[in-house]
């Protein structure tokens, strides 16, 4: 069955009009005569919404039953069983109530597609994972029900439903998206139009993202390579040179002198896989570049202006941003230059070369280049080729100039070349370039010409003395340059394992450190595998971590394979892919996987601490609670036990058994006894809740009279003894009325057991920069702030009641602590005011 097709609606924030647009869509798509079902719908009591949805089938809600209260959801097996072409979902990013077959709805939406059927929904673009941080930032607003990015950009469409923000704001005046008694805290908190025009904007690139994804493998696909300048591309080449932060400073200012234009830093390794720049430099530029919003590449290549191009027309690159030269004009002259090199192939790429402290002046001096491989097959043929080449035509100069030129300046001419021929190949090639040089200037330069024979015997000790001589200098040429490459490997494979030992002394983790691996071997990609002991019959391996595109599973899929020391736990592999590695690359290959096997360990007995170190806060405060709330239903309940008691005993009927109003009274007793103990165990159960994060909680300006007002009113005729002193000029507290409510009467409750019956209890309020305090207890002090210190105050870990007041003063931004008094409770309770903060919804 071929799987389902998913459409998204894509708004910026509540109210502009996705789930009308999906309805419309339903609508439409029925009127074309497909099978559309409204599978999960939303109106919100928005009444053009409902109006639209008239004449769609619904599919019944299924109820459920989740600590005492009933919810509705989707139906997903209904929905199966009936089987549409379409189904209308809302709300994609919803959490679906605990005890659902799926704990999101998304994950509902990726069954019905699996089934073969088409999916309409909806979405806000503050429910995206990755704007999670940046979304709380602008808003204030933590999300709670998230969506991963993956899955939207698995859509086969979406759609943007926009808005204007005073458009908008003005549909919130009308009643259109809130009830009225919620339009004033939204107009001035989230729906503001700063809020509003930062959402649409994120919105909009976020869109535009998903339209160059696609826009890129519409190329792949089609084998486009030139730059399709849909957008600015600033790609800044790095060497890890002093230059690099000046020339990304100066792409980054580029990239902000085009709205919607990226940024993208690379490096190139040489190809034997060994990074030769300073890796402090590069990985101080690679956290610029990240900082100021770009992308860091590094890839491996022997030709720097041809690698440069090859990424640039896969990453559809714009503009280039290089460094001028800092070689000299000598060596300009005889090498040329990246950037002047990069201009003439770039075809339709722009090149700006930008000029820096460290270029070369008029006077720099010829660096030679130093080697960087050792003689192997390659530079031995390299070797004899020039070899080949030189002496011919050094010969056919010589010949020429025969009248101008003695023996003596012609063999120093060959010694020259020789020296050459062996700094490029070694001992070899020096001895066959001598050989041939010495027979070259016998035949051309001693009498008789054109021949081997020599005349003169201080001709025959001259040829012989430049043989031997040729060939010692060529000898300690090669000797030398074979030196100067083990010395440069060396400092290179010492630099290599002390950057990844300083990575893992830094404590970064293992696909860090896999990514570093595999840069500095220039491989493709790099993987950590662990072998299933399990089934020996049938090895099962698992990736521990990966670095790099499509990294390898299984060894065997691997062109390098690594394994770790047989002492190493769970059978621990390093395998990549890519080029292939000498005996030597592969040395240190496996001195990196050591270090990489420890990484594994301290990562794995960090959780395992973590993880027992959770257990043991979660044991302790579990103790904790029971502890006290045994200590607090002790009490009820023993006074429920002793009217029971006394209920239960029945004398003579006509003198000793109670009255029937003193009977009242104990009855009385139990059932004030029996709701104390069953709230106890409600605030258990909030309590639970309220660690767990399951809790709503909706913050917006409180007015501390009217919470005051109903606090008295719970608390019946004890509130006669209640004595509240609030000066004019009280600020509204940034709280849920509700929660506000609630912990103020289990204060005022307990300020009431711990006052004596012919003393009253006391509230007092006073304002301060940015919070309200609030003290609750006797009225021994001088202010909010003052207390006698003549006795210790009950904190709020004293009881369950007292717990969870401060949990969830601590949920809506307060403190509570406790202060001292003379009777022996007294708590101090501070909340931000609703000026220094903004209303949002919490859970």
């Known amino acids: 069955m071929a799987r ?23 609508q439409r798509l029925r009127a074309s005569g497909a099978d559309v079902v409204a ?31 009933a919810f509705t959801e989707m139906d997903l097996d209904a929905i199966l069983t009936r089987h549409p ?29 699996d089934a073969g059927t088409d999916v309409v929904t909806t979405l806000n673009v503050q429910h995206l994972e990755s704007l999670g941080d940046v979304v709380r930032q602008i808003t204030g607003v933590p999300q709670r029900e998230t969506l991963p990015d993956e899955v939207a950009r698995r859509a086969d469409q979406i759609e943007l ?7 908008l704001r003005r549909r919130m005046l009308h009643g259109e998206i809130y009830p009225s008694d919620r339009v004033e805290a939204a107009l001035t908190h989230y729906f503001r139009v700063g809020n509003l025009t930062a959402l649409r904007e994120l919105a909009l690139l976020w869109l535009a993202d998903r339209v160059e994804e696609g826009l890129q493998r519409y190329r792949a696909e089609h084998g486009i390579t030139a730059p399709w300048e849909t957008r600015e591309r600033i790609m800044v080449a790095l060497t890890g040179g002093p230059e690099g932060e000046t020339l990304i400073r100066r792409a980054a200012r580029v990239t902000t002198r085009t709205p919607g234009s990226e940024l993208l830093a690379l490096h190139v390794v040489p190809s034997d896989g060994l990074v030769h720049a300073d890796p402090a430099a590069l990985a101080a530029q690679r956290a610029l570049v990240e900082s100021l919003g770009g992308r860091y590449h590094q890839t491996t290549g022997d030709d720097l202006p041809e690698t440069l191009l090859q990424f640039a027309e896969a990453e559809n690159v714009t503009q280039i941003v290089l460094g001028a030269s800092r070689r000299g004009r000598i060596s300009t002259f005889l090498y040329g230059s990246v950037g002047h090199r990069t201009i003439r192939r770039s075809g339709p790429i722009d090149v700006l070369v930008v000029t820096h402290e460290e270029a070369a002046g008029p006077s720099s001096p ?13 530079r031995f043929r390299g070797a004899i080729l020039l070899a080949a080449i030189a002496l011919p035509a050094l010969t056919s100069l010589l010949v020429a100039l025969r009248g101008q030129v003695d023996l003596a300046l012609v063999l120093v001419l060959y010694l020259l070349t020789v020296v050459v021929v062996a700094l490029v190949g070694g001992l070899i090639p020096t001895l066959i370039s001598a050989s041939a040089a010495g027979l070259l200037a016998d035949y051309y330069f001693t009498a008789p010409l054109h021949s081997l024979s020599v005349q003169h015997t201080s001709d025959v000790l001259a040829l012989l003395l430049f043989v031997v001589t040729a060939v010692v200098v060529g000898w300690a040429s090669g000797t030398a340059a074979h ?16 950057r990844l030992a300083t990575a893992l002394m830094r404590g970064q983790d293992l696909p860090a450190l896999l990514e570093q691996v595999r840069e500095d071997f220039g491989l493709d990609a790099v993987s950590l595998l662990k072998e299933d002991t399990e089934h020996p019959a049938e090895p099962r391996w698992s990736v521990v971590a990966g670095a790099g595109e499509n990294p390898p599973e299984r060894p065997y899929d691997a062109d390098v394979e690594t394994p770790v020391d047989s002492s190493a736990p769970d059978g621990l592999t390093l395998a990549a892919r890519g080029r292939t590695l000498s005996s030597d690359d592969q ?41 006290a709330a045994s200590r607090d239903l002790r009490e009820p309940l023993r006074t429920a036990e002793d009217a029971l008691r006394r209920l239960s005993v029945r004398p003579a009927p006509s003198k000793t058994r109670p009255p029937d109003e003193e009977a009242g009274r104990l009855l009385e007793t139990v059932r004030s006894s029996v709701r104390r103990a069953s709230r106890l165990v409600t605030d258990l159960d909030d309590l639970s809740r309220l660690r767990a994060e399951s809790l709503d909680l909706y913050l917006r300006p409180v007015d501390l009279d009217e919470v005051l007002t109903t606090v008295l009113d719970n608390l019946g005729p004890g509130s006669e003894r209640i004595r509240c002193t609030l000066p004019d000029d009280v600020p509204d507290a940034l709280a849920d009325a509700a929660v506000l409510t609630r912990v103020l009467s289990a204060l005022t409750a307990e300020a009431l057991r711990h006052t004596p019956l012919d003393e009253p209890a006391h509230v007092t309020a006073e304002a301060r920069p940015g919070r309200l305090a609030i003290r609750v207890g006797d009225g021994t002090s001088d202010g909010v702030g003052g207390a006698t210190p003549e006795t210790t105050a009950v904190g709020p870990a004293d009881s369950v009641i007292l717990r969870l007041a401060g949990d969830l003063t601590e949920a809506m931004g307060g403190t509570l602590d406790s202060v001292a008094s003379r009777t022996g409770f007294a708590m101090l309770l501070t909340l931000p005011t609703a000026v220094a903060g903004t209303a949002r919804q919490q859970s």
């Open 39 to 69: 599978g999960f719908v939303e109106p919100h009591g928005r009444r053009p919404t409902a109006a639209m949805a008239e004449g769609l089938e619904t599919v019944p809600r299924r109820t459920m039953i989740h600590r005492g209260a």
């Open 366 to 378: 010829l660096r030679l280049p130093h080697p960087t491989r050792a003689t192997g097959p390659r």
């Open 483 to 498: 030196r100067t490459y083990e010395a440069v490997r060396a400092r290179s494979e010492a630099r290599a394992l002390s």
């Open 587 to 627: 040395l240190v290959l496996r001195a990196c996987a050591a270090q990489l096997v420890m990484a594994y360990e301290h990562g794995r007995l960090a959780a395992a601490a973590a993880e027992t170190g959770l257990r043991a806060e979660a044991e302790h405060t579990r103790a904790s609670l029971l502890l």
């Open 4 to 26: 389902g097709r998913l459409r998204i609606y894509l708004g910026a924030a509540p109210g502009v009009g996705k789930t009308y647009a999906m309805l419309e869509e339903g």
């Open 85 to 113: 072409q379409v189904a209308l979902v809302d709300e994609l990013a919803h959490t679906n109530v605990p005890g659902s077959r799926n704990a999101k709805r998304w994950q509902d939406v990726e069954e019905l597609l």
């Open 161 to 167: 439903v926009d808005l204007p923000p005073e458009l």
